[in-house]
Protein backbone atom coordinates (compact mmCIF):
# COMPACT_ATOMS: atom_id res chain seq x y z
CA UNK A 1 0.00 0.00 0.00
CA UNK A 2 1.33 3.63 -0.29
CA UNK A 3 2.06 5.86 1.89
CA UNK A 4 1.16 9.52 1.78
CA UNK A 5 2.31 12.43 4.17
CA UNK A 6 -0.48 15.24 4.55
CA UNK A 7 0.64 17.78 6.25
CA UNK A 8 -1.25 21.27 7.38
CA UNK A 9 -1.68 23.09 10.30
CA UNK A 10 -5.49 22.88 9.44
CA UNK A 11 -7.16 19.98 10.96
CA UNK A 12 -10.89 20.39 8.74
CA UNK A 13 -8.23 20.16 5.56
CA UNK A 14 -6.20 17.17 6.69
CA UNK A 15 -8.92 15.11 7.60
CA UNK A 16 -11.00 15.81 3.91
CA UNK A 17 -7.69 14.84 1.92
CA UNK A 18 -7.38 11.75 4.39
CA UNK A 19 -10.68 10.58 3.67
CA UNK A 20 -10.44 11.00 -0.38
CA UNK A 21 -6.79 9.49 -0.04
CA UNK A 22 -8.04 6.41 2.00
CA UNK A 23 -10.85 5.86 -0.19
CA UNK A 24 -8.47 5.71 -3.16
CA UNK A 25 -6.61 2.99 -1.32
CA UNK A 26 -3.62 4.89 0.29
CA UNK A 27 -2.50 4.81 3.88
CA UNK A 28 -2.35 8.53 5.14
CA UNK A 29 -0.16 9.75 8.07
CA UNK A 30 -0.94 13.28 9.27
CA UNK A 31 1.64 15.97 10.58
CA UNK A 32 0.17 19.98 11.84
CA UNK A 33 3.34 22.06 11.99
CA UNK A 34 6.16 21.84 9.81
CA UNK A 35 8.70 20.62 12.61
CA UNK A 36 6.31 17.80 13.00
CA UNK A 37 6.14 17.15 8.82
CA UNK A 38 9.98 17.31 8.65
CA UNK A 39 10.60 14.83 11.60
CA UNK A 40 7.92 12.26 9.94
CA UNK A 41 9.52 13.05 6.55
CA UNK A 42 12.86 11.88 7.89
CA UNK A 43 11.76 9.04 9.48
CA UNK A 44 9.35 7.20 6.97
CA UNK A 45 9.77 6.68 3.37
CA UNK A 46 6.39 8.31 1.41
CA UNK A 47 5.14 7.90 -1.84
CA UNK A 48 3.97 11.07 -1.74
CA UNK A 49 3.67 14.38 0.64
CA UNK A 50 1.13 16.72 0.37
CA UNK A 51 2.65 20.14 2.27
CA UNK A 52 0.73 22.88 3.48
CA UNK A 53 2.91 26.14 2.87
CA UNK A 54 1.83 28.49 5.49
CA UNK A 55 2.44 26.35 8.73
CA UNK A 56 3.55 26.49 12.40
CA UNK A 57 7.65 26.12 14.09
CA UNK A 58 8.23 25.89 10.24
CA UNK A 59 6.68 26.90 7.14
CA UNK A 60 6.25 24.50 3.88
CA UNK A 61 9.13 25.93 2.28
CA UNK A 62 11.69 25.51 4.74
CA UNK A 63 10.52 21.62 4.91
CA UNK A 64 10.29 20.98 1.16
CA UNK A 65 13.66 22.37 0.99
CA UNK A 66 15.22 20.28 3.85
CA UNK A 67 13.26 17.24 2.68
CA UNK A 68 14.81 17.53 -1.11
CA UNK A 69 18.42 17.83 0.57
CA UNK A 70 17.92 13.89 0.84
CA UNK A 71 14.91 12.67 -1.52
CA UNK A 72 13.03 13.40 -4.30
CA UNK A 73 9.69 12.50 -3.40
CA UNK A 74 6.92 13.68 -4.86
CA UNK A 75 5.62 17.02 -3.39
CA UNK A 76 2.28 18.80 -3.77
CA UNK A 77 2.24 22.04 -2.14
CA UNK A 78 -1.20 23.57 -0.99
CA UNK A 79 -1.23 26.98 -0.82
CA UNK A 80 -3.89 30.25 -1.60
CA UNK A 81 -0.18 32.18 -2.34
CA UNK A 82 -0.82 32.44 -6.11
CA UNK A 83 1.97 35.03 -7.28
CA UNK A 84 4.58 34.11 -9.85
CA UNK A 85 7.12 34.51 -7.18
CA UNK A 86 5.48 31.65 -5.21
CA UNK A 87 5.12 29.65 -8.48
CA UNK A 88 8.69 30.14 -9.62
CA UNK A 89 9.68 29.80 -5.51
CA UNK A 90 7.92 26.19 -5.49
CA UNK A 91 9.29 24.78 -9.14
CA UNK A 92 13.29 25.98 -7.75
CA UNK A 93 12.15 23.78 -4.89
CA UNK A 94 11.55 21.04 -7.29
CA UNK A 95 7.58 21.03 -5.94
CA UNK A 96 5.65 18.73 -8.03
Excluded: F
Amino acid sequence: MQTILVCDDDKEIVEAIDIYLQQEGYQVLKAYDGEEALSYAHAEQYDGIILDVMMPKMDGWQVCREIRVNSQVPIIMLTALSGEEDQIRGLDLQVD
